[in-house]
């Protein structure tokens, strides 16, 4: 069972985190502490150092006076001190470990600071590979999304931006994409592949105040696939296992006024907030899937229902409307021959079915062939 590693401060002079301790939590057992000449901002694990058979520590923050960045490496056995390392900037914003660069068998580490830099940086050596420019300081952190360039390393999105989103590559920290947003500051997390280029998308929401724009990226190319307003103010976003039946993640966001919102991973609707919409008598089923010519969409009612069925682009466009009008308890089928309004055939591909009844909205992904 792994131990957990956090920071806390007992200096009133200093507030900050200047702590750092690893706790047996299975055993309620504190196994070492540490304190630090540094205030931390974050912990990460990284690999064994020095051949004792337990990871290090990485230790990222601010020198005590705030004007210099600093990053430490701990003993993971006994939390002793090995090395502290101080950046130009005031203050190292993220860390994450990324693959090995330069061929040591040892991981390099991302990192971003204040000025709105990134560092790949090798700790063996102790040198900076590579430094580039990013639009905004990352505050999050960095998650993977994959070899986007092809170099065979992963590639990286930040999980906090101001205006503009990136994905950076993670061989050189130099961009991939950039993608500005008409925003303030955005949240983001990874949702999955709707368009099936390899890549998962990415979904990011205005942390600011009010109803804000919300974004669904494509992960690859940082196009915007749909865009709309969230609700209220958005803290944060984590994915969440397929809740509507629609083959895909969906995502969770903790919003203003204590709310907790589920939406759709495929088109950004959202599910019912209610009853989970995982409900085997009001599913969408279709027939066969995928389809060349026709295709049978069938669902089920337990009592008398406004129905509207329609059929969606991976954007979440309206191409067609098949039904909207009320329908009796029972079984109930209707069929699509894979035309949109002016009755035209559409180009093979992947659409969504969307059900909506009373407000509950219900989607499934279909492939015309």
């Known amino acids: 069972m792994e131990e957990i590693v956090f920071g806390d401060s007992d200096n009133e002079e200093m507030p900050g985190i200047h702590k750092v301790y690893c706790y047996d939590y299975i055993h309620d057992d504190l196994l070492w ?15 064994d150092m020095n051949d004792d058979n ?24 006994d939390g002793s001190c090995l090395d502290y390392t101080d950046f130009e900037a005031e203050r190292l914003l993220s860390l994450r470990i990324i693959d090995d660069i330069n061929g040591d068998t040892f991981s390099e580490v991302l990192i971003s600071d204040n000025h709105y830099r990134t560092y790949i940086y090798d700790l063996i050596n102790s040198e900076i590979l590579f430094k580039e420019q990013i639009p905004y300081a990352c505050n999050g952190n960095f998650m993977e ?34 993608e500005y947003l008409n925003g303030y500051s955005y949240i983001s997390c990874l949702i999955d592949d709707v368009t099936y280029d390899g890549f998962p998308e ?38 969440v296992e397929d809740i509507n039946g629609d083959g895909l993640k969906d995502f969770i966001s903790s919003v203003n006024y204590g709310m907790l919102l589920c939406q759709s991973g495929a088109i950004g609707i959202y599910t019912d907030d209610g009853e989970s919409p995982h409900n085997k008598n009001q599913m969408i089923n279709c ?33 067609v409307n098949l039904l909207d009008e009320p329908r009796v308890k029972g079984q109930h089928s209707i069929y699509w021959d894979g035309t949109d309004y002016n009755a035209s055939k559409l180009p093979p591909g992947i659409y969504f079915v ?14 015309k062939k």
Not at 62 to 77: E, P, V
Not at 150 to 178: C, E, H, L
Not at 354 to 367: C, G, M, P, Q, T
């Open 54 to 77: 337990y990871p290090e520590l990485l230790v990222y923050g601010t020198n005590q006076n705030k004007d210099s960045g600093r990053f430490a490496i701990l003993n993971g056995l």
């Open 354 to 367: 969307s059900l909506k009844s009373d407000d509950k909205v219900f989607a499934e992904k279909i492939i």
């Open 33 to 47: 502490s540490t304190e630090m000449d540094m205030q931390v901002y974050g912990t990460v694990s990284y690999t």
């Open 287 to 319: 027939f066969p899937n995928p389809f060349k010519n026709m295709i049978e969409i069938s669902f089920s009612l337990e009592e008398k229902n406004e129905i509207k069925i329609s059929i969606l682009d991976i954007k979440g466009n309206m191409l």
């Open 145 to 178: 999304i994959g070899d986007l360039d092809g170099d065979g390393f992963t590639d990286y999105i930040p999980t906090k931006v101001r205006d503009t989103m990136f994905a950076i590559s993670g061989y050189n920290a130099q961009y991939i994409w950039k």
């Open 202 to 239: 990415i979904i990011v929401s205005d942390a600011g105040f009010g109803p804000l724009p919300q974004y669904f990226l494509n992960g690859a190319t940082g196009r915007i696939i749909q865009s709309g307003i969230s609700v209220s103010t958005t803290y944060k976003i984590i994915p």
